[in-house]
């Protein structure tokens, strides 16, 4: 069993997804956002950050995974499950639970970058820049976290803990 501490509650990722929500619709004015999910961990925050967008929004889903350890990837990325539609021409939001090392995102960008998007963006709601390996440009960013393990709100322990409502590390 773990130790559980809140880092992050949930009333202050509500508060802070608000206001990235209107953000992104004030910077999308005028164009069609299409949200792309990460799976599975950015499925609670893709899920509250579109109802805070007041534009017309779609939604894809798309899955990858990192050979490693449930600690950290090793900078191998698989597309286990791939956009259905082509990309071509259309504004791109990657939605992401945290940035790492920042392997799984540069190789995402750069396999999307390939279809031609119209524009390319990426909101995490979790940074842990100390971790960073590969530099990757984020346009937006929920919060900065110090170099711990974090668990809930999507993110898991071997799988498990993704439907706590906040985001907790564990106290060894
Ligand atoms: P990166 O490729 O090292 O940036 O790792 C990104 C992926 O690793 C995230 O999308 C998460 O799935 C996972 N990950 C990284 N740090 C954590 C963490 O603290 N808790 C849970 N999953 C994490
Ligand atoms: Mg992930």
């Known amino acids: 069993m773990l130790n559980l501490e809140t ?8 508060k802070r997804i608000k206001e990235l929500g209107a953000q992104i619709s004030q910077d ?9 999910c990460v799976l599975k961990g950015s499925v609670m925050f893709m899920a509250d950050l579109s109802k805070r967008i007041t534009l017309p929004v779609k939604m ?5 995974s990192s050979y490693g350890d449930e600690y950290k990837s090793s900078g191998v990325v698989k597309i286990v499950k791939d956009l259905d539609q082509p990309i071509e021409g259309k504004d791109i939001l990657i939605v992401e639970d945290i ?22 963006k990426i909101c995490t709601l ?3 820049p100390d971790k960073r390996v590969v ?22 322990y ?15």
């Open 7 to 14: 880092l992050i509650s949930e009333e202050a990722i509500q």
């Open 28 to 36: 999308y004015r005028n164009q069609e956002i299409i949200m792309l």
């Open 60 to 64: 894809e889903f798309m899955a990858v």
């Open 99 to 120: 940035i790492d090392s920042g392997r799984t995102l540069n190789y995402l960008k750069n396999i999307l970058s390939e279809r031609n998007p119209k524009s390319l």
């Open 126 to 128: 979790l940074d842990k």
């Open 135 to 156: 530099d990757v440009d984020v346009e937006y960013i929920g919060f900065t976290i110090p170099d711990n393990f974090v668990i809930g709100y999507g993110l898991d």
């Open 158 to 172: 071997q799988q498990e803990y993704r439907n706590l409502p906040y985001i907790a590390i564990n106290k060894e």
